[in-house]
């Protein structure tokens, strides 16, 4: 069983940087891989990045690469999405998932087995 929360979001005007933490709790995090989704207002959850269980593999949304940056601190249980460049479209809830085994990269939210609460985040224009 693995717990997650996320903080770190906020209210960032455009073009401005926000970092989310993940906290996780349980046994094994450094077997799981990890992502972050996110969802809008009367929209579906969409992926936005995941790492692989060591973090030597990442993989993101065509929407935030080149912006977003994912990593993990196994020795601290926690992982991270940092997000530059912030824009509008980017206002969602932000949501952090583990999947345990986790050796390769996973896209899909249905292919994670725990789930955070989510951390707001709003960009104004």
């Known amino acids: 069983q693995v717990q997650l929360v996320e903080s770190g979001g906020g209210l960032v005007q455009a073009g401005g940087s926000l970092r989310l933490s993940c906290a996780a709790s349980?046994?094994?995090?450094?077997?799981?891989?990890m992502g972050w989704f996110r969802q809008a207002p009367g929209k579906e959850r969409e992926f936005v990045s995941a790492?692989?269980?060591?973090?030597?593999?990442?993989d993101y949304a065509d929407s935030v690469k080149g912006r977003f940056t994912i990593s993990r601190d196994n020795a601290n249980n926690r992982v991270y999405l940092q997000m530059n460049s912030l824009k509008p479209e980017d206002t969602a809830g932000y949501y952090c998932a583990a999947r345990s085994r986790g050796f390769f990269l996973y896209k899909g939210w249905d292919e994670y087995d725990y789930w955070g609460q989510g951390t707001q985040v709003t960009v104004s224009s």
């Open positions: 790492i692989n269980w060591s973090g030597g593999n990442t």
């Open positions: 349980g046994r094994s995090f450094s077997s799981h891989a």
